[in-house]
């Protein structure tokens, strides 16, 4: 009988490990969205593909942070980390993460306007390239 429950609980253990990992994969993605959203700017010059994807990020960006909505991939986060059996964050990623990290002082408003700067930024520069485009008659 013990083997039996020692069995179930090695699978229950590795099974919960497969959750852990899928969870550490799902913040890689999530540090990779948001390092592409405050650098795709930079990558998107003469790749309008990448362009309208990095424009779409930035409003995405823009919306998750302003409006009382979950991002996915907080969602799938937590999910992966409850059925590992982790207890998973409050609040959005940028609180959990960075602002105990890397802003330990600074008010979740601030941080949340700091984020949305960033993006209207990237909107800035995507704004005057082609106000620049225009002029030059492209």
């Known amino acids: ?4 429950e020692s069995g179930t609980e090695e699978s229950r253990i590795g099974t919960n490990g497969v959750y852990s990992a899928l969870a550490a994969a799902i913040l890689g993605l999530h540090l990779l969205f948001i ?3 405050v650098f795709g700017a930079a990558l998107t010059r003469r790749r309008p593909l990448l362009r309208w994807l990095h424009l779409g990020s930035l409003v995405w960006g823009i919306l998750i942070e ?3 909505w979950t991002c996915p991939l ?3 986060e937590n999910f992966l980390e ?3 059996g982790i207890e998973p964050y409050q609040g959005g990623f940028l609180l959990h993460y960075l602002d105990a990290l890397i ?3 600074i008010p979740p408003g601030l941080l949340t306007g700091l984020g949305v700067a960033v ?3 990237n909107l800035g520069i995507y ?3 082609f106000q620049r485009r225009e002029l030059v008659g492209w």
């Open 66 to 68: 302003i409006l009382p």
């Open 127 to 129: 704004a005057r390239r």
């Open 35 to 37: 390092l592409w959203i």
């Open 82 to 84: 409850t059925r590992a």
């Open 74 to 76: 907080t969602w799938a």
């Open 119 to 121: 993006c209207v930024v």
């Open 1 to 4: 009988m013990g083997k039996v």
């Open 103 to 105: 802003y330990p002082n």
